[in-house]
């Protein structure tokens, strides 16, 4: 396991969200955010549920922000 202190993400840092859907396994979403100066993706913030409903999947997301692309 890899940890960095907590640092706030610069707005021009470009984000991402990936997205492994699941029903009997799990849907897990991670958001990353790429620091260009050094070449860095800070993994910042991740979600796992078990047979949860397309909808609270969508909740999660577009509370990160909406704007976020999600693969």
């Known amino acids: 396991l890899i940890t960095e202190i907590p ?3 610069p707005s021009h840092w470009p984000r991402l969200a990936a997205i492994d859907i699941g029903y009997d396994h799990p849907t897990a979403i991670v958001w ?11 993994l910042y913030d991740a979600y796992r549920v078990k047979r949860g409903l397309i909808s609270t999947h969508a909740a999660a997301i577009l509370s990160r922000g909406n ?5």
Do not use: F, G, S, Y
């Not at 990353?32 to 993706?41: G, I, K, N, S």
């Not at 704007?67 to 693969?71: A, E, G, H, M």
């Open 7 to 9: 640092t706030p993400i």
């Open 67 to 71: 704007w976020i692309p999600v693969l």
């Open 32 to 42: 990353m955010a790429w620091d260009r100066d050094t070449d860095t993706v800070h």
